[in-house]
């Protein structure tokens, strides 16, 4: 049965609660075990304090060498001027040892972000980081258009067929939406199924 793990980096909590959908999406397939991990925080406390970050997360802290334990991989962290935040690339720069000796190939990823407006770099985000897993031999499930809701025009959204995504405005007063949390959950979902499909 899948191993799914849910990895994330959250600033302020939007990705936290994205990663829980993902997570309640990937738990839903009978057999998966799923583990909620984070990735640490680079920023120095003073300025994340100062900034208020969200540092009371329950998730733990990944280790790089954890990633090979799991069959489905499923990545979230906010957009940074159109690329993934430095933290969760700070991780896998380290992946190097793991790339090296193949210890990820043939397993499942995903991708899921966040950005502050509706244009703000989503989909440049999630391609970017699924160059990263392709790198190491992942085979990259997206959001497919089955799940309708990102097909939505009555309503501001995120969703793209790269992954799921939520929008928090620039002062990130907008937490997910729950057309956004299905589609984090329908991605979850999708990776576990095919997840346990590749393993017969």
Known sequence: MPKVLVLYHSTYGHLETMAEAVAEGARSVEGATVDIKRVAETVPDELAKSSGYKLDQAAPIAKVEDLADYDAIIVGAGTRFGTVASQMRNFWDQSGGLW?????????????????????????????????????????????????????????????????TTITNGDGSRMPSENELDGARFQGRHIAEVAKKLLG
């Open 100 to 164: 090296f000796q193949g210890k990820l190939v043939g397993k499942v990823g995903g991708v899921f972000t966040a950005t502050a407006t509706q244009h703000g770099g989503q989909e440049t985000t999630l391609i970017g980081m699924i160059q990263t897993l392709m790198h190491h031999g992942i085979l990259v499930a997206g959001l497919p258009y089955s799940f309708q809701g990102q097909m939505r025009n009555d309503e501001i959204t995120g969703g793209s067929p790269y992954g799921a």
